[in-house]
Structures are given as structure tokens and as C-alpha cells.
């Protein structure tokens, strides 16, 4: 019987929401010792005892135990941000590894990579990487030194994930060697996400995007295609759900909810836990994500929303923007439309409001279907498990 491979999943803070998904693919390692290095540890929803973590002194000096990811932002930040310049973390984990180093260590996020791997030559053991999505293109066109910090990254390290087959060729684009590369697909868990029977009645139609206040979630589309809906669908409703990143973009969304008096119309939420996420879908028709490339370079790559809310039975509308193609199949599991095409989005809005209910039955169960062949965070992580044995075998 094999020794379980002792990984090291490194990240500069553990763990967001956004990456929940992460927890159950390295959950789900068969044969692998998980330990988890970060500057910044939350002892939240994702803190999974199973593994085992190396918090950074300074934290459990100053703050012991931080339970919530949106607590202390400014100690956050400042943990985060100081590692780029003294990478007093990185030091600390070589002194508290030297004489019992990981078999293999795996950065998430293309800057993580770049900077543990003078770590991993120290340690004298491999570094694998996984790309997401800003770090593709949105990094290097907003601080181009990292163009050559990833050549050498991609030169030293042992394997680059990427999430898709989209990303992949990016990376390779960028100068990874397509012989280090590999795809594993962010992957929710199914148990966690059951499907639900839902009923559609002709004429009404609840919409749910849930996502992060930023440029390239298409919040703005959203609200223009539904806006140009109502005027032949009158029982339309939208809730909108997602933390408030972008100040700018928050207050340009609530002047068009004012200026449109959509107030009656749109539900905004700010938050809501993601252990209850797969109940909340059960209150909607449809989710709505159309993602875009933001003025930045910014970009998705799978929004594991997406899959989320399909293995629930929700159609989705999106658009053709990076591997949404493959997140949805357009014409069976949801509708996709070109980037910031409003009026493609709005009448696949008409068209789901006025679907009737046999025809919605055979969207909602494919989606399902789709995510369960395509998307399950079992097969996901055996994959991951066999890169990381090759790597050191």
C-alpha cells in the first residue's frame, strides 16, 4: 500500500468563499496528508480539521482566532500585502519545515507560485500551481514584471494547472511549456448541491445572480437586459446577492435601479452563507451570470457559481466569455449570449418567462446531468492526486 503523499497547499488567505470549492477537492485527496500554509487563516466554514495548518505567529499573537473572512479587513491586508515585499511567511515556513518538508508543494494562484517557489528550492521539493482566472491575464497587464516572474515559474516548476482547456491555452500563450500543464476543473459537491424539482408557470419568472460586485460579473448587463425585458414580461423579478467590492460599480448599479425605478423589482442582498446557498436556489427560476472581460484585462474562467446552481436544476443565462461554453451547453442546460449583447439577454430572459413547464423540466434536468458527468469534485480531485504522485514519483 502506498505512503499517503504530504502535501502543502499554500495560499496568501485561507479561506475565501469564493474558493470553497478548494476545500472539498483537497477533502476529497484519496492518499494525501492535506496541511494548509497561509499568512491569513480563518477558522470559518472551510477550516476542515482534518487538515492540518501552520498560521503565522504574528496572527495568533495578535488576532487568535479569526472565525469570519470579512473580519479585521485591514489586519488582512496588511499580512497579505507585506508578503509581497517581505516574504517574512515564506522565511518562517523554511525554519518550521526544514527537517520534515512536504513531499510536494501546491500554490493556488499564479503570484502564490511565484512566491513560494524560492521556498520549494530550498526545501529542494516540487511546486505545482493552479491558475483561476485574474492571474491569467489581468496580473500581467496590470504589473508586467510578473510576465517574468511567470517565465520563470513556468520554467522551475514541476506542473501548472489550469481550470479549463480555455485557461490552459492561455497559459501556453503566456510561455508555460504545454507538457507541464494540465486542467482540473473546479468542481462543487454534488451531495452538497441536490437537485430540486421546481415548477414553471408561463408568464412569471424569478431571476438570481449571485456574485461579487466586480466588473467582469456583468451586473450592469444584467440590469439593462432585464430592464428591456419588462416591457413584455410584467411579473419579472431580479435578486441580486453579492459582497460590495467595487465602490464605483455598486453606486452605478444602485443609479440605475433609481433612475429606472426598479426598486419594486430588484432584491439586493448582500450576503448570504454559502452552507445555505443550495436551499436559497430553491426560491428561483433562473440564474443570470453575464460575465464579460472588464477594462482591466480581468476575466472568469468557470464561475463555479454556475455549476453550482445547474447541479441544483437552475437554467442559467450567460454569455460565450471564456469556458462558460462548457459550464453551460447553450440550447440544453441554459442560453448564452455574446458579451454585452442586451438584447440577446433579454430575450432569452422572454424566453424563459414564457417557457412552459415541460420545456423547463428538460432545461432544469439537464443541467443537472451536465454538472454531475462533467463536474464532480470526486473526479477532480483523483486527478489531482495522480499529478501530485507523478511529480514526486
Known amino acids: 500500500m502506498k505512503q499517503p503523499l504530504k502535501t502543502l497547499q499554500l495560499f496568501d488567505f485561507y479561506l475565501p468563499s469564493t474558493l470553497s470549492w478548494v476545500e472539498q477537492l483537497l477533502a476529497h485527496l484519496p492518499a494525501t496528508q492535506v496541511e494548509v500554509a497561509a499568512p491569513w487563516i480563518v477558522q470559518g466554514p472551510y477550516f476542515n480539521p482534518l487538515f492540518h495548518y501552520h498560521p503565522f505567529p504574528p496572527q495568533r499573537w495578535l488576532l487568535p482566532k479569526v472565525e469570519s473572512e470579512f473580519a479585521h ?58 491558475f483561476y482566472g485574474f492571474d491569467y491575464t489581468k496580473l500581467p497587464n496590470l504589473r508586467p514584471i510578473y510576465l517574468e516572474k511567470y517565465r520563470r515559474l513556468f520554467a522551475d516548476a514541476a506542473r501548472v494547472i489550469a481550470a479549463s482547456e480555455v485557461g490552459r491555452e492561455r497559459l501556453i500563450a503566456l510561455g508555460c511549456p504545454a507538457d507541464k500543464l494540465a ?116 476575466h472568469e474562467d468557470t464561475p463555479v457559481l454556475i455549476l453550482e446552481a445547474q447541479a441544483t436544476g437552475l437554467p442559467v443565462i450567460s454569455t460565450l466569455h471564456f469556458n462558460i461554453p462548457a459550464a453551460v451547453q447553450h440550447g440544453r442546460t441554459g442560453l448564452l449570449a455574446t458579451e454585452h449583447d442586451f438584447l440577446a439577454l433579454s430575450q432569452y430572459i422572454e424566453r424563459f ?41
Not at 508578503?83 to 523554511?94: E, F, G, K, M
Request: charged share 20%; aromatic share 12%.
Open 73 to 130: 479587513p485591514r489586519w488582512l491586508r496588511l499580512f497579505i500585502a507585506t508578503q509581497r515585499y517581505v516574504p517574512t511567511y515564506a522565511a518562517w515556513l523554511y525554519f518550521h519545515l526544514k527537517n520534515n518538508p512536504p513531499d510536494v508543494l501546491h500554490a493556488h494562484f499564479g503570484p502564490i507560485g511565484c512566491l513560494y517557489l524560492p521556498l520549494a528550492k530550498r526545501l529542494n521539493r516540487p511546486l505545482v500551481v493552479s
Open 183 to 298: 486542467v482540473v476543473p473546479p468542481s462543487p459537491r454534488l451531495e452538497h448541491f441536490p437537485f430540486q424539482k421546481r415548477e414553471k408557470k408561463s408568464g412569471q419568472l424569478h431571476l438570481l445572480q449571485v456574485a461579487s460586485f466586480t466588473a467582469k460579473k456583468g451586473h450592469l448587463d444584467t440590469l439593462e437586459a432585464f430592464r428591456m425585458a419588462l416591457t413584455h414580461c410584467p411579473d419579472l423579478q431580479l435578486t441580486l446577492v453579492g459582497e460590495r467590492v467595487n465602490a464605483a460599480l455598486v453606486q452605478e448599479v444602485q443609479q440605475f435601479i433609481q433612475a429606472h425605478q426598479l426598486e419594486q423589482r430588484v432584491i439586493w442582498l448582500d450576503f448570504v452563507d454559502h452552507r445555505q446557498l443550495a436551499a436559497f436556489f430553491g426560491g428561483f427560476d433562473v440564474f443570470i451570470h453575464p460575465s464579460c472581460h472588464a477594462p482591466d484585462g480581468d
Open 353 to 393: 418567462y414564457w417557457m412552459e413547464n415541460t420545456e423547463y423540466q428538460a432545461f432544469s434536468a439537464a443541467a443537472r446531468q451536465h454538472v454531475a458527468a462533467n463536474f464532480d469534485v470526486k473526479n477532480a480531485a483523483l486527478h489531482l492526486a495522480e499529478l501530485y504522485r507523478g511529480v514526486v514519483e
